[in-house]
């Protein structure tokens, strides 16, 4: 398994985040540290709308909530932004998750909102918001315009620490070797990890390299295809 990471490339967050799959602690790798450090001082100069984008599985919305506490930002998700009264978000940092959800005209309030003292808009989506198709011509050049910081899927040190707590939620201490052989064959997700390691807890049985196969091949269709699926 991989050494502990120094607690400088560490970031506590609540263990009652409600941002599904989120651990005690948010690692630093290569995949994620530009996204942390662009975090880790915004809203600044550079703006006050930014968007937070990459592939399923990476941690964005994990990233986005510690951002949110830290900000005190008011979290909203998608479609449900438009049932928010504009008017208690003059002001205030915004957190927009699966923001493509969003209405073309709550997206265009929210980025204006975004521009009062004290406002900021920061929207978690897969992608770019210069990919969103959308329909009001003031909203593309809005758009076109956010500052957009790139996650990727992660690699083996955040896939190796997500499987430890994950393992430690269900205090399973697997056996030597166990999460190496795991990093190397599930799909680079939060969700594949838990979900194999729901698999090993269900087996009532010491998690060793052995149960580790025996169960992944048992299990091959829950990773198959999609954000789940094996890597080969």
Do not use: Y
């Not at 900000?71 to 049932?83: D, F, I, K, Q, T």
């Not at 897969?126 to 003031?138: E, F, G, I, K, L």
């Amino acid at each position: 398994m991989s050494a502990r990471r120094p607690l400088r490339d560490q970031l506590r967050l609540p263990l009652t985040s409600d941002v599904v799959g989120a651990a005690s602690v948010f690692v630093r790798s290569a995949s994620n540290a530009s996204a942390m450090d662009a975090l880790s001082t915004w809203p600044d100069a550079a703006g006050r709308v930014m968007a937070l984008c990459g592939p399923a599985g990476c941690g964005k919305s994990h990233l986005a909530a510690l951002w949110a506490e830290r900000v005190g930002a008011v979290p909203l998700n998608g479609a449900e932004a438009a049932l928010t009264d504009p008017l208690e978000l003059e002001g205030r940092p915004v957190l927009l998750d699966i923001a493509r959800d969003a209405d073309d005209e709550t997206l265009f309030h929210l980025i204006n909102l975004a521009q009062h003292d004290g406002g900021a808009l920061l929207m978690v989506s897969r992608p770019s918001p210069r990919q969103w198709a959308v329909r009001v011509p003031d909203l593309r050049s809005r758009l076109d315009a956010v500052r957009v910081v790139a996650m990727e899927a992660p690699d083996d040190a955040v896939m190796s620490a997500i499987l430890a707590a994950r393992f430690a939620e269900r205090s399973i201490i697997p056996a030597d070797g166990v999460i190496d052989f795991l990093v190397l064959r599930i799909a680079r997700s939060a969700e594949a990890a838990a979900a194999i390691v729901a698999r090993l807890d269900d087996e009532h049985r010491p998690v060793t390299r052995a149960l580790a196969r025996q169960v992944l091949d048992a299990s091959a269709e829950l990773f198959d295809g999609g954000d789940e699926g094996l890597q080969p």
